[in-house]
């Protein structure tokens, strides 16, 4: 989503990301095009799933780490990924024209805009309170690391821990982004 060459500190590529798949979201919205539909669908699964295991790995160790309520946080916010994958899981399975993607996309949204108003609005400007300018500007480099290295489709049965992405994701990305390219699904 972001570039790599991106100069702000993590909390700046998290609201990109943010922005990204939601503009994307409203895209798919607009579209009529069924491939295109799809293409847009699949590549907005695939940079939410990055996001979300980067903020895993990385981000919500850090909650827990510095902010005071940081494990009750960390909790909900892995709660919703586990129901956004859920959902992801639905919009990968059918087609784009049905009633069930309508809903499902529905559904999606429902719950993005309130992570993204949950992480916006509370949880990174304490982080940004808690955790000093050059850490975060560190933490940046490794979330767009593990984004690379990601799995790109949703997986709602594996563990959503921090261990478990850095031990196992990277071979579950590369998997991935092999039936990616062997089935031609866009990922960008």
Known sequence: MTSPQHSGDVIDILIADHRDVTALIGNIRTVTDPMVRRDLTDT?????????VAEEMYIYPAMRDHLPDGDKAVEHDVEEHKELEQTMKRLEDVDV?????????????????????????????QLRQHIPAEKLVELAGKVETAKKLAPTRPH????????FHKLVGPGVGLVDRLRDKLTGRATK
């Open 97 to 125: 024209s049905s009633p069930e993607f309508d809903e499902a996309l529905r559904k999606l949204e429902e719950i993005l805009a309130d992570h993204v108003q949950d992480e916006e609005t509370e949880q990174f400007p």
């Open 156 to 163: 709602p049965g594996a563990p959503n821990a921090e261990l």
């Open 44 to 52: 907005a699964i695939s940079e939410l799933v990055r996001h979300a």
